[in-house]
């Protein structure tokens, strides 16, 4: 393999954790987007107070405009994790934007006004350090050329990668702390050298709007839009995101890096640290992040800056990209020797010009010794190394990831109508700039509406609890997943901790209340003694007895339920005549869920169920037991495979609703309507599989939260009061003239109700649950 360390390539081949650890490490993503209109016009509106103040929310903030959201990932340890997040972030800022307002996906700016009216990002006093860097920037550089929007990449190999190459390649007298430094000073400095080939493959911005600015290969592509002919990306080119004038940086040594540095600082060149606009940085972890706190802690990670966003992926970024871009590092530090020199530095940004502005047509490549060379021979010749390095190195169960995105980029390599560039290009020309962007950017919205329930690398978990973590999330607080199986979290914000247990169990209600609530006997005595009507019953804990009370109940409409469950599993509802058989069944169901059962009154009317949070009813939900529509052709349980294709129907609560299912429950159901799983129904006949109404049993759930009379709301608030409950849900039969406030009942009270029924109901306005719950956690800290 040509110009590779031989001695550190044989070292890590020779130990398989080596191997391992030098195809892992920590991972982050920060990506800018301009927020627009429906029209494509830069949204002048504040930054969404939804998401807190900006300098409290780690995950979402703004980068130089007000109209630039920023979305930054937690340090992650795999790029599957860090994607996922970033995939999180996405989906939770495009479904919180108002006014039809929409994610720009290209890093080159939508339709924009005068310069003057572009905001400048806002902080809580007007001398914050961050907005006086911004006007220093708009000031210096102008505001439109801060509004090219792109990703940054942050990178780090394992700790103990480097102290194992430490202990067998350091130096003479060489610390740690020096080691490290050269070492992501190597992998820097192959980056700058061989830059031009990423530029080439991930640049996507060779498209802009005619009074952005001016190029010299622009052509009219259509009126009022500028291409840059052959071109891959604007923002990496000298008409982009760049310094006033070239910095060149001594790569020679982490001093003479830092001295260069400083020396551009004490020039005038840059303003600080924060200015040096490079295509890549040095980075390290702590708050500071000047240049005497680089020179001073030593570089942790590499920040990569010059990449483009990809309008053709939601997440502005490819995992393609993400592995190449990392195979990139690895590649670094295994080449043997890297001649970037301050001399030398004037040749890659040429080649890096090159390539931004011609890449297309495959211009010559200038070598460190002033040869040029054919663009395709020096690309598969660094390709080639890379490929060869993961064949070689990668384990086993990672190599793949590395060979395959090798041979996507060598695709691009042989055909220029495979790269991100040319693609948007042949989509602008179908669409039209606008049109292109605005059907990408909404396309993205209308998977994020479509899959709204789903966090991504949470799927397992219980949809309630991954409510409440979004709406974490989308306000800056840290969450963990403490056990999956079990949908228990802790939500971190400053000094403050939330345990949270299946979205609503939570330190803000007493175990007794949990208890009261469990407890259906003891809920009904309570209400009963707080004057509020509940159905009459017995208890029962052995069939026995329950079977001999058949003549006490047989000429009433009664409900069969377990004393102690949740969710309407093992509940049976006879409203009408029914025989002793029945009656049995219906036993043996509710015992098979409970060692105790209730037997009670049914009352008639329409069951709602109310969600209390903090002595406020919420939400209302009116619950449609399971049913099936007939079409005269299909049998009953043809048609519940039917409905339960619906994209939104799931098992175990991962879904916003349950499927239908096909039990002992549904049977005893359909055969007291002469019906069976295989009866065909008329046209427009509805045939109920149940008769208690809950949405975890396969029923429809329709919001009536704002029709809802106060009376009843009041009610749900006061039986939460009763049982001293900060979270309930109350589940109230409402008569069938609704003003009969008298011959209402409450049924059941709830200590873990499910949320997700609100937030995404069969019909109806959708209810923030989650919104309401974490800031009802986290009031104070608000």
Known sequence: MLNTDTNLLTFIQENPDLKEQLFSGHFGLEKENLRVTPEGELALTPHPEVFGPKEDN?????????????????????????????????????????????LWPNSNPPLLPDEAAIPIAEYKTKDHPDRLYREHLAKEYGKKIQLLSGIHYNFSFPKPLIEALYKEFQEEAETFDAFQNRIYLKAAKYFMQNRWLLVYLTGAGSIYLDDYTTTPNEVSLEKGVTLMKDATSLRNSPYGYKNK??????????????????????????????????????????????????????????????????????????KDTLYFIQLFFITGILTNKIDLYEIRQEIADDNEKEIALYGLAHPKITLSNGKKVDFVE???????????????????????????????????????????????????????????????????????????????????????????MQSAIKKGIKTEVLD???????????????????????????????????????????????????????????????????????????????????????????????????????????????????????IPGNEYRFLVIDDKAVAVLLRVPANVTGDGFHTIKELIAQKNNDPLRGENHLKPLEKIQMGPEETLMLSMQNLNLSSVPSANQIVYLRENSNVSTGGDSIDVTDKMASFYKKLAVQCAQTVDASFCGVDIIVPPNPHDYEKAAVIELNYNPAVYMHCFPYQGKARKIGDMIVDYLFAESN
Do not use: W
């Open 58 to 102: 780690p995950y979402i903030k703004t980068d130089f405009s007000e109209s630039q959201i920023e979305m930054i990932t937690p340090v992650c340890d795999s790029i599957d994790t860090v994607y996922q997040f970033l995939e999180n972030l996405q989906k939770i800022i495009s479904l919180s934007l108002e006014n039809g307002e929409l």
């Open 245 to 318: 004038s070239a910095l060149h940086i001594n790569y020679d040594t982490f001093d003479s890096y830092i001295t260069s540095i400083a020396d551009h600082i004490a020039d005038g060149k840059i303003n600080s640290m924060r200015e040096f606009y490079n295509p890549i940085r040095l980075k390290n972890g702590h708050t500071d992040q000047s240049l005497d706190s680089l020179a001073t802690h030593g570089v942790e990670y590499l920040e990569v800056r010059a990449i483009d966003l990809d309008p053709l992926e939601a997440n502005g970024i490819s």
């Open 378 to 468: 020096a690309a598969i010749t660094e390709l080639d190394r890379m490929l060869t390095i993961a064949q070689i190195l990668a384990p086993d169960n990672k190599r793949s990831h590395y060979t395959q995105t090798i041979h996507l980029q060598k695709e691009r390599l042989l055909d220029v109508k495979k790269t991100i560039a040319a693609a948007v290009e042949t989509q602008v020309r179908q669409e039209g700039f606008l049109a292109y962007h605005l059907n990408q950017a909404k396309k993205a919205l209308t998977e994020a509406e479509t899959t709204a329930y789903q966090l991504s690398g949470y799927e397992d978990l219980e949809l309630s609890t991954k409510i409440v």
């Open 484 to 602: 999956r199986s079990e949908n228990f979290i802790r939500l971190i914000k400053n000094q403050q901790i939330e345990y949270v247990k299946q979205a609503t169990k939570t330190a803000h209600d007493n175990y007794i209340s949990v208890l009261l609530m469990e407890n259906k006997v003891i809920t009904k005595k309570i209400l009963a003694e707080n004057n509020i009507r509940v159905p009459f019953g017995k208890s029962f804990i052995n069939l026995t007895d329950a079977l001999q009370a058949y003549d006490e109940f047989s000429d009433q409409a009664i409900v069969i339920k377990p004393k102690s469950t949740n969710f309407g599993i093992g509940i049976s509802i006879f409203k009408e005549s029914y025989t002793k058989e029945d009656y049995h069944k219906a036993l043996e169901i509710a015992f098979s869920h409970d060692s105790a059962i209730i037997i009670e009154e049914f």
